[in-house]
Every structure is written in structure tokens, then in C-alpha cells.
């Protein structure tokens, strides 16, 4: 009934839309994989069970909360509603300090005690979590 | 009085479009002949722009803190380099930046293009101006570089001190080159498709453009990733951060449009691949701006933030969008007039499996950056998508990328059939027992690496072979092909062979690694120009003996008083030596990183070398005019 040529297009166009929803498929479900969620401490306190996904928490770090040893570096992040217990060894971004917003990426032990993988540096020194803008502004 | 000059130069400007819209319409109808008027015109608007731009340079190097852009963004103690390229080191001024750009290739552009017809030649000015007028309205309106402050403030709030780099200063310049320059592919593309004037010799003549835009993205690409090597003392380069995505993206779009306009060049098939691949182009350059001036992004590299400023771009590009795609469906003749058979095996089908290996890519990374956003929309849920989802999805199909990369410039136009396959398997093999020998040596995830590692030899391998096989024909196709093998071997081997120590030492502390001791020995104080500089000396003291002495600086910059790292890197062929330290307010630990980054600068290099094959390409060219 149809010419080949036809039949061929249509093969062919066929084909790609296969491939482009498995392709799509894919990136979606290796997204779900992949990403990882942003959580305040308030965020954190909420929680039902504790996650053994990777997760970034973020906040300010609290005021005379730092501990540094050889080995590691604690510290307190609070968004001035909660608090949670920040354990790390690794690098230390320009940006950290007392007072100031921090973003660190890790595993949750407890409700209360976070294990940091990664902190990450803001560029920008006026930078702060929107969380702990909202907090503050709350106040 | 530099300010005002800049502001009222940027009216002009403004004003001028209309006369150069005004005249090219007419001359459009009229003569025959193209109107030198308008060349003349559109001098005059790049002259406006360039009076406007060295207005706001001028403001910058005087510190003159009534302009409202120079108190944001500089400070009297800043080294005179730094407060140059602060002009572009901000919002206001990289817009200023972009309509200097603007003009100027628009300019070129009509010098450039004496042998096209005039029809093209105006209706390619009519759309560049649009975009120009655009960008003036977004200037003027919502980021004008020239607001007064009164009463005048005595200082600025200064440069933040990581801006304060050479790699950055002239990484913004570069990039909008190859950002703005996809600008007039745009609008070059959309008036050809409106005449209908796609032919062989339009693909030859706006392949050049297309190079020259790309090799300019390739080069601020690796400035910046030079520089997010060195500065942020991460010791990566490329963090698939969204900033860094959305300059990748188009750099995609724009290599794959490239290959098609050389198929273009020879047999006049793939239009629609060429008008689709320009418009996104230059949509994904503009939604870079957009993305990084609007604070959309949550990226660690985001300095400027304005909503406002934001939705503007976010309008206008999708009216340009709008038309675009309003020409390409009304206008646009799809080739199949003749009928033309892609055969398995030939140079259009390897170049067509490219682009949708290509397009694959650039979707994963489109997806992996704006879906974060769009959920954030959504369900108000933060999420950031990190260098696994990138990993997961890009490398697997590297594997086919690259043997078709290596293979397809074998192949003949239309038809052909692989000649000398005994050389090709050969060098498979040959590859293959390579990598198995490497990989066996090193001791990695065995399976994973050689299946990965095969692929980039091979194409290095054959590639190599070609240069001394002296197909000079091919060479800036051979040189990039080959660069970017290079890349890719470079970058498995630094991914595999890299370590690193992180550790807290107070000064005088050794720390004993695996292979080596790393000594803190002191650490001085120096005063400069606007920081204070504190230079470590560590002694890293290796297994078989030799001592490397290093030495990190951290900078406590007056103004914004941020502290910055330096980190020192001693560099040879092999490796590079890492090292950086931070220090903690009110703790007497130093933070230390100290890493051996294998073929680092391979990695430099190989970017060098793809963009020096696209400046082969041009050059050979003019040459051969």
C-alpha cells in the first residue's frame, strides 16, 4: 500500500521516538537517583524516620560553636529555631565562619548530629540560606 | 562628568537603531544597491557604545563614587588592572559589555559580507537590531551602569577579592565573544531562511562566523575553568556547577551546528538541523545570562542577583524565540525537493549520529540544570543535581561518541565503504591491549576503565596516525579530533590517579601521609596594595627523598574584608603539586589540602588545541581566498 520510502520514514521516526523517551526515562529516573535534597534544621527536626540518603543542610553557623582538632571540625548550624550538631573532616571553604551562612552536604546520624562530606563555599560574603533569611526576618 | 558622557552616548546609540531600522527598511524596498549609509550608521551606534563603555571604564579608574555601579563594585585601594576589568566584573557593566559586542559584530558583519546580497545583508541587520534594541531597553531601563548615588559616598564597597584575578578578568570579555557572537549566526540564519537564500556558499560564509564565536566560548570556557582550578582551591575544574552548565550548553549546540553547516557547505541537506541548532544557540547564550543575572540559580558561583532584571530577559527572549520559530514554520523549505538517500555508511550519516549524540548531551545537562528550578517552583522542595547524575549519563555513551568520532572523518560523502579496515582494526586491538596494559599497571575498577580508556585511545591513536599519514586536507578537523582525545584521556587519568590529604595543622606540625610528610614549617605576613598576604612554607617531604618546598597564601583583603586563598601549584608535563590552606577565625589549626593532580596540564592543553583546530579551520580558509 505505501511506497518503501515510506515505510522506511516511518520506521525511522519510529525508532527515535523510542530511543528519545528512553533517553528521557533514563535521565528522569537516574535523576531521582542523584539528587540531593536541601534541608533547614527545622526541616531536619521534623522528620518521621532519618533518611540514609545524602542530604545538604543549611543555616548559620552558630556563634562560638566552632571546635577545630587535627582530625576534624564541629560546629553548630542553626536557622535560630533548631540546631544540629555538624561533624566534618575535610576542606574548609574561605567563606566559613561564625555568623555566617553555610551549606554542608553529608549524611544525618540523628536528629540531632549530621555528618558533613562536603562544605560548600558561597562566593558571595552577604550570602545567606533563604531559610535562615526567612527566620531572620521573621524575628 | 565620564558617567554622563557614558549615559547620554547610550541614548544616542539607543536613538540610532531606529534611523539604522528606519534606512535599511528603505533601502530594502528601494535601490539596488546596498546603502553604505547604513554602515556608516551602524559605525556610529558602535562608536556610541564603545564612548559609553570607556565612559564607564574611565568612572572605574577614576574611583568616582558617584556612580552607583563603581561604589558596588570598587574600592580606591584596588589595583588599577582590577578596577578595569571590575567594569565587567558586575552586572551593569557585562550588559554594557554585551551591547559593545553586539554592535561591534553587527559592524563586522556588514564589512565582512561585501559579497552577499543585499537583500541578506539588510534583513540580517533588521534582526540584529531588534536584539539590539532589546538589550538597550534591558540597559537603560533596568541596569543602567551610570545611576548617580548622592550624597557621594568617600568609598566603595569593592571588587570581591575572588574576582580579582587575571584568568577573570579576561574570562567575561572572551565568553560574551563567543555568547554574543552566536547573535549574529541568529539573526543571519533567520534572514536567510526568510529569503530563502540557504545555499552552499551561505554555509561557507557563515561557517567563519560560527567558528569565530566558537572558538572564543572553547578559550573563556577554559579561562574559567583554569580559574575555578586555582582560586576556589577545590582543585577540579569543572564541577558541573549550573553557571559552568550553562556556558557548556551552548558550546554544545554550537560545535554541533558547526559540523552541520559542513554538511551544509557540501551537499545542502541538514538546513533545519542549521536553523534549529542557531536559534538554540543563541537562546541557550541568552538564558545564560539570564540564569546567572536573575539569581534563579542556586549556584556557589552567582554574584548578581535582580528578579526583576531576570523576568526582562526572560520576555524578551521568548519574543525572539517566538519569532523565530514563527519564521522557521512559515518560511522554511525543507530540502527535500531532491531526493536525497542517507547511506549507512557515509560522512552526512556519521556527522547525523554525532548530532544526536550531541543533542543527547546537551539535553542531560539542560535537564540536570533547570530541573532543580522547576521543582523548586513546583513544590518548593531544594534540591541540586550533582556531578553523578552527570557521570551516570554522560559517560556510557562517550564510549560510541568516540569511536564515531574517530571513525566517521574516514568515511567518504554520500557513500562509501571503509577502506583499509585492516589498519582501523589493528589500531583497535592495539588500543585495546593498551589500555588493558595501563589499567592492569594502575590497578583500577578494571572492567569500567578499559572499556572507557579503549575508545580515547583509539581515536588518539588514529588520529595521530592521520597527522603523520599527512592528510593535510583535514588537519584543523584532525588537530580538534585529536584535542579532544587528549581531554578525555587526560581527564580518566586524572580522575583515576589523583590523591589528596586534607588535614588541620598548626604551624610547625608535620602530618604523615602514605607516601610523603608534609611539614609546616612558618608562616610570614606582608602588606600589600589592598590585602594583607600571609605565605606559608610547607616542605613536603616525598618517600624517595627529594623535598618540594610550597608555599600558599592566604590574602585578608581590606575591602570587602574576605579572606582568600592562593593556592601553589608547581606544574610539570606529569603532574601538578596542590596545595592550599584556610584558616578558621579564632582557631590555631590551619586547614591544609595538599594534592598530586596527574596531566593537569594536559588538560589546558587539549582545550588549546581543540580551539586551535577551529582557528586552523578559519585560517586555512582566508588562505585559500
Given at each position: 500500500?505505501?511506497?518503501?520510502?515510506?515505510?522506511?520514514?516511518?520506521?525511522?521516526?519510529?525508532?527515535?521516538?523510542?530511543?528519545?523517551?528512553?533517553?528521557?526515562?533514563?535521565?528522569?529516573?537516574?535523576?531521582?537517583?542523584?539528587?540531593?535534597?536541601?534541608?533547614?534544621?527545622?526541616?531536619?527536626?521534623?522528620?518521621?524516620?532519618?533518611?540514609?540518603?545524602?542530604?545538604?543542610i543549611?543555616?548559620?553557623?552558630?556563634?562560638?560553636?566552632?571546635?577545630?582538632?587535627?582530625?576534624?571540625l564541629?560546629?553548630?548550624?542553626?536557622?535560630?529555631?533548631?540546631?544540629?550538631?555538624?561533624?566534618?573532616?575535610?576542606?574548609?571553604?574561605?567563606?566559613?565562619?561564625?555568623?555566617?551562612?553555610?551549606?554542608?552536604?553529608?549524611?544525618?546520624?540523628?536528629?540531632?548530629?549530621?555528618?558533613?562530606?562536603?562544605?560548600?563555599?558561597?562566593?558571595?560574603?552577604?550570602?545567606?540560606?533563604?531559610?535562615?533569611?526567612?527566620?531572620?526576618?521573621?524575628? | 562628568?565620564?558617567?554622563?558622557?557614558?549615559?547620554?552616548?547610550?541614548?544616542?546609540?539607543?536613538?540610532?537603531?531606529?534611523?539604522?531600522?528606519?534606512?535599511?527598511?528603505?533601502?530594502?524596498?528601494?535601490?539596488n544597491?546596498?546603502?553604505?549609509?547604513?554602515?556608516?550608521?551602524?559605525?556610529?551606534?558602535?562608536?556610541?557604545?564603545?564612548?559609553?563603555?570607556?565612559?564607564?571604564?574611565?568612572?572605574?579608574?577614576?574611583?568616582?563614587?558617584?556612580?552607583?555601579?563603581?561604589?558596588?563594585?570598587?574600592?580606591?585601594?584596588?589595583?588599577?588592572?582590577?578596577?578595569?576589568?571590575?567594569?565587567?566584573?558586575?552586572?551593569?557593566?557585562?550588559?554594557?559589555?554585551?551591547?559593545?559586542?553586539?554592535?561591534?559584530?553587527?559592524?563586522?558583519?556588514?564589512?565582512?559580507?561585501?559579497?552577499?546580497?543585499?537583500?541578506?545583508?539588510?534583513?540580517t541587520?533588521?534582526?540584529?537590531?531588534?536584539?539590539?534594541?532589546?538589550?538597550?531597553?534591558?540597559?537603560?531601563k533596568?541596569?543602567?551602569?551610570?545611576?548617580?548615588?548622592?550624597?557621594?559616598?568617600?568609598?566603595?564597597?569593592?571588587?570581591?577579592?575572588?574576582?580579582?584575578?587575571?584568568?577573570?578578568?579576561?574570562?567575561?570579555?572572551?565568553?560574551?565573544?563567543?555568547?554574543?557572537?552566536?547573535?549574529?549566526?541568529?539573526?543571519?540564519?533567520?534572514?536567510?531562511?526568510?529569503?530563502?537564500?540557504?545555499?552552499?556558499?551561505?554555509?561557507?560564509?557563515?561557517?567563519?562566523?560560527?567558528?569565530?564565536?566558537?572558538?572564543?566560548?572553547?578559550?573563556?570556557?577554559?579561562?574559567?575553568?583554569?580559574?575555578?582550578?586555582?582560586?576556589?582551591?577545590?582543585?577540579?575544574?569543572?564541577?558541573?556547577?549550573?553557571?559552568?552548565?550553562?556556558?557548556?550548553m551552548?558550546?554544545?549546540?554550537?560545535?554541533?551546528?558547526?559540523?552541520?553547516?559542513?554538511?551544509?557547505?557540501?551537499?545542502?541537506?541538514?538546513?533545519?538541523?542549521?536553523?534549529?541548532?542557531?536559534?538554540?544557540?543563541?537562546?541557550?547564550?541568552?538564558?545564560?545570562?539570564?540564569?546567572?543575572?536573575?539569581?534563579?540559580?542556586?549556584?556557589?558561583?552567582?554574584?548578581?542577583?535582580?528578579?526583576?532584571?531576570?523576568?526582562?530577559?526572560?520576555?524578551?527572549?521568548?519574543?525572539?524565540?517566538?519569532?523565530?520559530?514563527?519564521?522557521?514554520?512559515?518560511?522554511?523549505?525543507?530540502?527535500?525537493?531532491?531526493?536525497?538517500?542517507?547511506?549507512?555508511?557515509?560522512?552526512?550519516?556519521?556527522?547525523?549520529?554525532?548530532?544526536?549524540?550531541?543533542?543527547?548531551?546537551?539535553?542531560?545537562?539542560?535537564?540536570?540544570?533547570?530541573?532543580?528550578?522547576?521543582?523548586?517552583v513546583?513544590?518548593?522542595?531544594?534540591?541540586?543535581?550533582?556531578?553523578?547524575?552527570?557521570?551516570?549519563?554522560?559517560?556510557?555513551?562517550?564510549?560510541?561518541?568516540?569511536?564515531a568520532?574517530?571513525?566517521?572523518?574516514?568515511?567518504?560523502?554520500?557513500?562509501?565503504?571503509?577502506?583499509?579496515?585492516?589498519?582501523?582494526?589493528?589500531?583497535?586491538?592495539?588500543s585495546?591491549?593498551?589500555s588493558?596494559?595501563?589499567?592492569?599497571?594502575l590497578?583500577?575498577?578494571?572492567?569500567?576503565?578499559?572499556?572507557?580508556?579503549?575508545?580515547?585511545?583509539?581515536?588518539?591513536?588514529?588520529?595521530?596516525?592521520?597527522?603523520?599519514?599527512?592528510?593535510?586536507?583535514?588537519?584543523?578537523?584532525?588537530?580538534?579530533?585529536?584535542?579532544?582525545?587528549?581531554?578525555?584521556l587526560?581527564?580518566?587519568?586524572?580522575?583515576?590517579?589523583?590523591?589528596?590529604?586534607?588535614?588541620?595543622?598548626?604551624?610547625?606540625?608535620?602530618?604523615?601521609?602514605?607516601n610523603?610528610?608534609?611539614?609546616?614549617?612558618s608562616?610570614?605576613?606582608?602588606?600589600?596594595?589592598?590585602?594583607?598576604?600571609?605565605?606559608?612554607?610547607?616542605?613536603?617531604?616525598?618517600?624517595?627523598?627529594?623535598?618540594?618546598?610550597?608555599?600558599p597564601?592566604?590574602?585578608?583583603?581590606?575591602?570587602?574584608?574576605?579572606?582568600?586563598?592562593?593556592?601553589?601549584?608547581?606544574?610539570?608535563?606529569?603532574?601538578?603539586?596542590?596545595?592550599?590552606?584556610?584558616?578558621?577565625?579564632?582557631?590555631?589549626?590551619?586547614?591544609?589540602?595538599?594534592?598530586?593532580?596527574?596531566?593537569?596540564?594536559?588538560?589546558?592543553?587539549?582545550?588549546?588545541?581543540?580551539?586551535?583546530?577551529?582557528?586552523?579551520?578559519?585560517?586555512?580558509?582566508?588562505?585559500?581566498k
Amino acid at each position: 500500500m505505501y511506497g518503501r520510502k515510506v515505510k522506511l520514514r516511518f520506521y525511522f521516526i519510529f525508532i527515535i521516538l523510542i530511543i528519545l523517551s528512553l533517553s528521557v526515562f533514563l535521565i528522569l529516573k537516574s535523576l531521582e537517583e542523584n539528587v540531593v535534597y536541601f534541608q533547614s534544621p527545622t526541616e531536619v527536626k521534623a522528620l518521621v524516620e532519618i533518611d540514609k540518603k545524602k542530604i545538604r543542610i543549611g543555616g548559620m553557623v552558630k556563634k562560638d560553636s566552632i571546635l577545630m582538632r587535627e582530625e576534624e571540625l564541629k560546629f553548630i548550624v542553626t536557622d535560630f529555631k533548631n540546631e544540629i550538631n555538624v561533624v566534618y573532616s575535610g576542606l574548609i571553604p574561605n567563606l566559613f565562619a561564625e555568623g555566617k551562612g553555610v551549606v554542608a552536604e553529608g549524611f544525618l546520624k540523628d536528629k540531632s548530629l549530621f555528618l558533613a562530606t562536603k562544605i560548600l563555599a558561597k562566593h558571595d560574603e552577604n550570602y545567606m540560606p533563604p531559610e535562615v533569611k526567612a527566620a531572620l526576618e521573621e524575628k | 562628568m565620564a558617567s554622563l558622557i557614558g549615559f547620554y552616548s547610550l541614548i544616542f546609540g539607543f536613538c540610532l537603531s531606529f534611523f539604522i531600522i528606519f534606512f535599511s527598511i528603505r533601502n530594502y524596498k528601494d535601490s539596488n544597491n546596498f546603502d553604505t549609509k547604513i554602515i556608516s550608521l551602524t559605525f556610529l551606534q558602535l562608536f556610541f557604545v564603545i564612548v559609553s563603555f570607556f565612559g564607564l571604564i574611565f568612572s572605574f579608574v577614576t574611583s568616582d563614587f558617584s556612580n552607583e555601579t563603581v561604589f558596588n563594585h570598587s574600592h580606591s585601594t584596588k589595583p588599577l588592572f582590577y578596577k578595569i576589568s571590575g567594569t565587567w566584573g558586575n552586572h551593569e557593566g557585562s550588559l554594557l559589555l554585551w551591547l559593545l559586542v553586539l554592535t561591534l559584530f553587527i559592524f563586522l558583519f556588514l564589512i565582512r559580507s561585501k559579497d552577499q546580497t543585499k537583500q541578506y545583508r539588510v534583513l540580517t541587520l533588521l534582526f540584529q537590531e531588534i536584539i539590539i534594541i532589546g538589550f538597550f531597553i534591558f540597559v537603560i531601563k533596568t541596569s543602567s551602569p551610570f545611576n548617580y548615588i548622592f550624597p557621594v559616598p568617600d568609598e566603595g564597597l569593592g571588587l570581591n577579592p575572588i574576582l580579582q584575578d587575571p584568568a577573570l578578568a579576561i574570562h567575561p570579555p572572551i565568553l560574551y565573544l563567543g555568547y554574543v557572537g552566536s547573535s549574529i549566526i541568529f539573526s543571519s540564519t533567520l534572514s536567510a531562511v526568510s529569503l530563502g537564500y540557504m545555499s552552499k556558499g551561505w554555509a561557507s560564509h557563515i561557517k567563519q562566523w560560527i567558528l569565530t564565536s566558537w572558538i572564543f566560548l572553547t578559550l573563556g570556557i577554559l579561562l574559567g575553568s583554569i580559574w575555578a582550578y586555582y582560586e576556589l582551591g577545590w582543585g577540579g575544574f569543572w564541577f558541573w556547577d549550573p553557571v559552568e552548565n550553562v556556558s557548556l550548553m551552548p558550546w554544545l549546540a554550537l560545535t554541533t551546528l558547526f559540523h552541520c553547516v559542513l554538511v551544509l557547505e557540501k551537499k545542502l541537506i541538514l538546513t533545519s538541523w542549521v536553523v534549529v541548532l542557531s536559534i538554540s544557540t543563541f537562546a541557550l547564550s541568552m538564558c545564560g545570562t539570564f540564569l546567572v543575572r536573575s539569581g534563579i540559580l542556586n549556584s556557589v558561583h552567582t554574584f548578581a542577583n535582580d528578579p526583576e532584571r531576570g523576568l526582562f530577559i526572560l520576555i524578551f527572549l521568548f519574543c525572539l524565540i517566538f519569532l523565530s520559530l514563527f519564521i522557521f514554520f512559515f518560511f522554511h523549505k525543507p530540502e527535500n525537493k531532491i531526493n536525497y538517500n542517507f547511506f549507512l555508511l557515509s560522512k552526512e550519516t556519521s556527522i547525523l549520529v554525532n548530532n544526536w549524540f550531541m543533542m543527547y548531551f546537551l539535553i542531560v545537562v539542560l535537564i540536570g540544570t533547570i530541573y532543580p528550578i522547576f521543582l523548586e517552583v513546583i513544590s518548593s522542595q531544594k534540591i541540586s543535581v550533582g556531578p553523578p547524575f552527570y557521570n551516570k549519563l554522560i559517560i556510557p555513551f562517550l564510549i560510541p561518541f568516540l569511536l564515531a568520532m574517530a571513525l566517521g572523518p574516514k568515511l567518504e560523502w554520500i557513500k562509501s565503504k571503509l577502506e583499509n579496515k585492516i589498519y582501523l582494526i589493528l589500531f583497535f586491538v592495539l588500543s585495546l591491549f593498551l589500555s588493558i596494559f595501563i589499567i592492569k599497571i594502575l590497578g583500577t575498577n578494571f572492567l569500567f576503565n578499559t572499556i572507557l580508556i579503549t575508545p580515547a585511545f583509539y581515536l588518539f591513536l588514529i588520529t595521530i596516525r592521520d597527522f603523520v599519514s599527512m592528510k593535510l586536507k583535514n588537519l584543523s578537523q584532525n588537530i580538534a579530533h585529536f584535542g579532544f582525545s587528549l581531554l578525555i584521556l587526560s581527564i580518566l587519568f586524572n580522575n583515576i590517579l589523583s590523591t589528596e590529604t586534607i588535614t588541620n595543622l598548626k604551624v610547625g606540625e608535620t602530618f604523615q601521609a602514605k607516601n610523603y610528610k608534609i611539614n609546616f614549617e612558618s608562616i610570614d605576613q606582608e602588606e600589600r596594595q589592598n590585602f594583607q598576604s600571609f605565605i606559608a612554607k610547607f616542605n613536603i617531604e616525598n618517600s624517595d627523598g627529594s623535598i618540594e618546598i610550597l608555599k600558599p597564601e592566604l590574602r585578608v583583603y581590606n575591602q570587602p574584608n574576605i579572606i582568600t586563598s592562593e593556592a601553589d601549584i608547581k606544574t610539570n608535563l606529569l603532574r601538578d603539586k596542590f596545595i592550599t590552606i584556610n584558616v578558621v577565625q579564632n582557631q590555631e589549626y590551619f586547614n591544609v589540602r595538599y594534592q598530586i593532580k596527574p596531566l593537569m596540564i594536559w588538560i589546558w592543553l587539549s582545550v588549546l588545541l581543540i580551539s586551535l583546530g577551529g582557528l586552523t579551520s578559519l585560517i586555512k580558509k582566508k588562505y585559500e581566498k
